[in-house]
């Protein structure tokens, strides 16, 4: 059974536009939600993350939003870069010190 | 930040010998790290948390006499791929919590393809 699903698989953005990636989870015990980035052959990078006592949390170009009652969280890249061309994992977990649960990964590719 | 170092980064073994993959953390103390594996286009999948002292705890269709893990100091876990075949190649990433926060923070990953 998948912990955390994430949509869309793939997405194409021209630069400067917005980048809408959305994560969805069935445990309610959750109470850490972070994104990462990878690039090829890399590690997962940490991006952003969020508590489930704030709605919203924002950093740079980066921002979560987190809709607990529909157990939902997004990322949205504003102004989005060439740069920013990469696969982005949201994952969740519960208590510290505690595995994370990943999303299945959405490919980026932001057009010059 | 702190910093999870893996090595190799990269190794190429024949099928029927052992690889041993280590993970460091480099400037903190980490009584628990996780390993994952993950296969091209495809997202991580964590194949067991590894507790320094004791023995590791291994996620459900792991085979735990095939991925020998240790967990022997505070900063530093291994992963030893046992009698190693061509679907053993993947990308092994660990991972280690920070102990302050929630955050994780994960090594550059090793690439191992059995010829």
């Known amino acids: 059974q998948q912990q955390v699903k994430q949509s869309p698989q793939s997405l194409i953005v021209q630069k400067g536009g917005i980048s809408i990636i959305n994560c969805a989870y069935e445990?309610?015990?959750?109470?850490?939600f972070p994104w990462y980035q990878q690039f090829p052959g890399k590690g997962p990078a940490l991006l952003i993350a969020?508590?489930?006592?704030?709605s919203e949390k924002k950093e740079g170009r980066f921002t979560i939003s987190f809709n607990k009652s529909a157990k939902q969280f997004s990322l949205h890249i504003m102004d989005s870069q060439p740069g920013d061309s990469a696969t982005y994992f949201c994952?969740?977990?519960?208590?510290?010190?505690?595995?994370?649960?990943f999303g299945s990964g959405t490919k980026l590719n932001v057009k010059p | 930040g702190a910093v999870v170092s893996q090595h190799p980064s990269w190794v190429i073994c024949k099928s029927g010998t052992s690889v041993k993959i280590e993970c460091r953390s480099l400037?903190?103390?980490?009584?628990?790290m996780f390993w994952y594996r993950q296969f091209p286009k495809q997202s991580l999948m964590l194949m067991a948390t590894?507790?320094?002292?004791?023995?590791?705890?291994?996620e459900q269709g792991v085979e735990k006499d095939k991925f020998l893990i240790n967990h022997a100091s505070l900063t530093l876990s291994t992963l030893t791929v046992t009698s190693a075949h061509p679907e053993d190649s993947s990308f092994y990433i660990c991972?280690?919590?920070?102990?302050?926060?929630?955050?994780?923070?994960f090594g550059p990953g090793t690439r191992l393809t059995v010829t």
């Open positions: 991972s280690a919590p920070s102990g302050r926060t929630y955050e994780q923070y």
């Open positions: 445990n309610t015990a959750f109470d850490y």
């Open positions: 969020i508590r489930p006592d704030v």
């Open positions: 994952a969740a977990s519960k208590d510290n010190f505690n595995k994370f649960y």
């Open positions: 400037d903190f103390q980490a009584t628990t």
């Open positions: 590894s507790n320094e002292g004791s023995k590791a705890t291994y």
